[in-house]
């Protein structure tokens, strides 16, 4: 049986067109004219054909009408929406980091800004303030702690945290030997270098510095350089294997510095040979030299890479390019490593300072905090 159908195009031969297409050349077109219908979106123009073709019911136009992806389509926007939750996610938690900060007494609230401005992780923003707050008696005391009180007490539990250990360990009860390790460009060489003055030249103890570092061009040349300015011997160790040798023949040494080549993450080879060779000495106090500008973040991820060499120390440099010293203070504090120095610019010796907790607390808060803890 035929029956009658309506196309619609922008011109009538658009629309026979459109017709012929779907029901075949032999359309038989009945009626054409203007389309005064409701349905003037779908074109100016309609014509009406005759076909045998059976069509199925006409399902009616939902408002909601959907485009169904393709694959291609689909697996792009699971991607877009995966990047977009992971987006959230941080948001959430870096909102969800500063609720706490609402459940401090009101005394605590400004310090608590402060200590979060500065780096301090907020987890122990938390601990040190929750600490203040019970040894201060904060919640039931009538009576309001003023500001220096509330400081003393902040830098009384972050000192109790935080371990410092200035001098080199004395293997065999005299000599001392001192490896530094760390990122590329984290300031071992210059570090180094101010170390070999303090305990090389101006105790006048027997002295030899020894680079590890043949991996780069002429790297071992900055390290020469600073040991003939200083007066040192210096020695390359161009293979781990040739460090226990030459450890062995510098033996009658009082004082070792060792510098090392900072391996980046796509020196894996480098990294563990030399924390091997460095692990069949134990006499060597391997101190960890990191940057004070990266994040606490940044931080503990050299931690867990550089913890292979099984670092006993820390050493903060470039702390004079910061003036937000709670990063690196709270990865200190939550590795409960102790800081041996602080290098506070390029010039070598004067930019190191041995570490003290006053000088800590003073890196923290300012000259006040160093007087109100000391
Ligand atoms: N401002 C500032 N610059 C520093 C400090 N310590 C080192 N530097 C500078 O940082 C740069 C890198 O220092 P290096 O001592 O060569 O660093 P490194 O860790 O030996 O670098 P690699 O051997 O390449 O891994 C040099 O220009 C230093 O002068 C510091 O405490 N403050
Ligand atoms: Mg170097």
Redesign the pocket.
């Known amino acids: 049986m035929s029956s009658r159908r309506t196309y619609y195009g922008s011109s009538v031969e658009s629309a026979v067109a459109q017709a012929r297409q779907e029901l075949g050349e032999e359309t038989l077109l009945v009626e054409t004219g203007l389309n005064t219908g409701g349905n003037r979106h779908l074109g100016p123009y309609a014509v009406t054909v005759e076909t045998d073709a059976v069509f199925p019911e006409p399902v009616p136009e939902s408002p909601f009408t959907m485009d169904v992806p393709s694959p291609e389509q689909s697996i792009g926007g699971l991607k877009a929406l995966e990047s977009e939750v992971g987006r959230l996610s941080v948001l959430v938690r870096s909102l969800a980091a500063h609720l706490p900060t609402f459940s401090y007494v009101p005394e605590l609230q400004t310090a608590a800004a402060q200590l979060e401005a500065s780096g301090l992780p907020q987890a122990l923003v938390s601990e040190v303030l929750e600490r203040v707050e019970r040894r201060l008696n904060l919640r039931q005391s009538p009576v309001q702690a003023g500001d220096a009180q509330i400081r003393r007490g902040i830098a009384s539990e972050l000192e109790s945290m935080l371990a410092v250990s200035p001098d080199p360990r004395a293997s065999d009860g005299t000599r001392r030997l001192i490896a ?1 390790v ?11 270098a101010k170390l070999a003055m303090r305990y090389g030249v101006s105790s006048r103890a027997p002295s030899v510095i020894l680079s590890t ?1 043949c991996y ?1 061009v002429a ?1 071992a040349d ?1 390290m020469r350089a600073y040991a003939a300015i200083l007066g040192l011997p210096f020695v390359l160790a161009e293979t781990p294997g040739s460090l226990s040798r030459l450890l062995a023949e510098h033996r009658h040494k009082e004082v070792v510095l060792i ?1 090392t ?2 391996c980046g993450p796509n020196d894996q080879e480098c990294f563990e040979e030399w924390s091997l060779a460095f692990a069949a000495h134990p006499e060597i106090e391997i101190q960890l ?1 990191l940057p004070a500008i990266a994040r606490y973040e940044d931080l503990m991820h050299a931690w867990r890479r550089w913890s292979q060499f099984h670092p006993v120390k820390l050493v903060f ?5 910061t003036r937000f010293h709670g990063g690196w203070l709270g990865f200190a504090a939550s590795t409960g490593v102790p800081v041996s120095s602080l ?4 010039r070598v010796p004067e ?1 190191l300072e041995m570490a003290s907790k006053p000088l800590l607390m003073q890196m923290l808060f300012g000259g006040a905090a160093r007087a109100a803890s000391a």
């Open positions: 530094l760390g990122p590329p460009g984290a300031g071992k060489t210059t570090t180094l570092d780069r790297a900055q510098d080549p900072g030299v440099t470039h702390i004079d390019a290098s506070f610019g390029q930019d």
